[in-house]
């Protein structure tokens, strides 16, 4: 019963989507797990861009059903949205199968959101104000309304009454903003959203079992990445779900024995966008150099990510947390031009030098990055297929990687097009 998890190691943003598309290939259903569209994947397939925020990546190959799955919370309008875009591209979602026991986003989620942001003032999280927040914290606190609510009108609006009853007052009140109105907002979703996505709600638990007990392999793609994760990231500058890989398990309905494969994505270099510690953070030219030719803008927010040298206790933290079975690694010809490049071994907090993550968040802000040095290669590795034809020092470059992580990298890309990528795996 062959599963496959692919997570992100860093911030987020670091490919995860190009080769959940590369991997989708050879597989029968892609399921997103978790996180809402405050993620995005940019796929260049044939010099065509798809930005895909709720949509699992495997939807543009014809063979594969796309899952989405009880840990996912969504907005129903952007998901319709989304659908009608990629149907105009010509990509069939007659397949897509959404789990009936997701949560809905509403409009009064992205109220909260936004109000309760500004209210933090320098204390900001930098969230995206999508309500995935909000949303996720009435989960926790069972008085979200679910997908499958869209199939009951009188459910539906029992429960969304009840919820309004709390958030308005609260808007009204702490935050000076207008109430929703019960019916505007009921008849928005069970008129114009629940006719669109009924055909696709389901039992993803069920479907999904049913092809892992038939031999069919099974893709888990997650949102944002490791270090946004509600219990490992860097709290509170995180997401409000779990992108790491045993997230998949919940956020499907699958039992970790079910995994074979744990796939790292982690950029040749790093990245976070929004607010939080970052102690390899570049904000000289040589960062401004990794934003412009690596196109370093959220795909949703179009938000300046902050970039700089890959940071490896970082990565042997994510290594752990995910029982990482391999890496693949992104944009490695966005450091063509740079020579030197420096890589972040270990930290220095406080006089000590730490090889590990630190468990505390004052350590963190705290410490300071201690770097190897390698040389560049300042070779264009766009046109590179094959490992044979990397420059020495592109291949040193990453078996450091390897060397620093302890897990082997098998992917390599080159490029943002569906093929600008090489496979690699160590030396024999």
Known sequence: MPATVVVGTQWGDEGKGKFTDLLARDMDVVVRYQGGHNAGHTLVVEGQTFKLQLVPSGVLY???????????????????????????????????KISGNAHLIFPYHQTLDVVAERHLGRNKLGTTKRGIGPAYADKAARVGLRVQDLLDPKIFREKL?????????????????????????????LEECGPRLAPHIADTVGLLHDSLEAGQNVLFEGAQAMFLDLDHGTYPFVTSSNPVAGGACVGAGIGPRHIDRVIGVTKAYISRVGSGPFPSELTDEIGD???????????????????????TVMLRQAVRVNSLSDLAITKLDVLDALDPIRVCVAYEVDGERRTSMPYHQSEIHRAVPIYEELPGWRTDLSKVGDRSELPQAAEDYLCFIEEQAGVPATLVGVGPGRDQFITFSPVP
């Open 161 to 189: 009454g009840v919820v309004l009853h709390e958030k308005n007052p609260l808007l009204a009140k702490v935050y000076n903003r207008l109430p929703f109105d019960l019916d505007t907002v009921a008849d928005e979703y």
């Open 62 to 96: 014809s063979h594969v059903t796309p899952m989405i799955g009880n840990g996912v919370v969504i907005d129903p309008r952007v998901l319709i949205e989304e659908m009608d875009r990629l149907t105009e591209a010509g990509v069939d979602c007659g397949r897509l």
């Open 289 to 311: 150099h990794l934003v412009d030719v690596g196109r370093e803008y959220g795909t949703n927010t179009k938000r300046r990510r902050r970039c700089g040298w890959l940071d």
